[in-house]
């Protein structure tokens, strides 16, 4: 490269890259320009968003969760149909049959003395505990 007074001569595998865009040519990093306005409703709902995605993948990879008020650990185990069960982690007990996941919400039920008890899990109040 050879420079003339402000004016940079590019060679051809200078301009091979650049085109490739491994190598920037005007020192910028990917940058807007403009501020990101955290308080706007687009930030607040993509913020949500990212939330109830993240606790949700928590909850189907398996990761141990507390419900609010127990102090009893659980932890979902998938089956091979799709839906899976709940097991308590301290005894590795069964404790529900999962019906449905959703984006906030678990659906499972249980029986009990002979009869059906449907449970639902807000994902947004489990407590994941490492």
Not at 17 to 26: P, R, S, V
Not at 76 to 84: E, F, K, Q, T
């Amino acid at each position: 490269m050879t420079k003339l007074s402000n004016v940079v001569v590019l060679d051809s595998k200078t301009l091979k890259a650049i085109a490739n865009g491994e190598k920037k040519f005007d020192n910028r990093l990917n940058n807007t320009g403009r501020p990101v306005n955290k308080k706007s409703a687009r930030q607040i709902r993509l913020n949500k968003q990212a939330f109830y995605s993240n606790v949700n993948d928590k909850f189907v990879s398996g990761k141990r969760f507390q419900l609010d008020g127990s102090s009893s650990i659980y932890k979902y185990s998938p089956s091979d149909n799709g839906l899976g069960c709940i097991v308590e982690t301290a005894f590795n007990t069964h404790c529900a049959n999962v019906s449905y996941v959703g984006r906030t919400k678990v659906k499972a039920y249980s029986f009990t003395l002979g009869k059906k008890v449907n449970v639902e899990l807000n994902l947004k109040t489990l407590k994941f505990v490492s």
